[in-house]
């Protein structure tokens, strides 16, 4: 599901955001072991997709997600996930985290990947 979903997306058949915490989240580790030759892959990768767009954490993210947080007692950086896809319509937020599915924001459907996986 996951390469099928960077082909659909490479393909600009649908569009992706990417929250810059994401950025964080994935380069934390090979900047941890050094390894900045996966860092340029990364960021070679993403640069690759023309239907993804990187999305900074602006006011409106992180009021949005300080509610998100509030009325759903998730984590900080899961609300300011969703959030992001959120102020930038987004349709869906695709996560593997079963505990985000309760988070109901009128026009965004939270999927649970492995929901799709046989």
Known sequence: MTQHLIKVIAAESIYCTISALSVTELLARPYKLKDIEKVRLFENFVGSLPGAKIQSVNYPVAKLAASIR?????????AILISTAFNAGAQCFITNDTALKKVSLTGLEVIILDDYLE
């Open 70 to 78: 509030a009325d759903y007692n998730i984590r900080t950086p899961d």
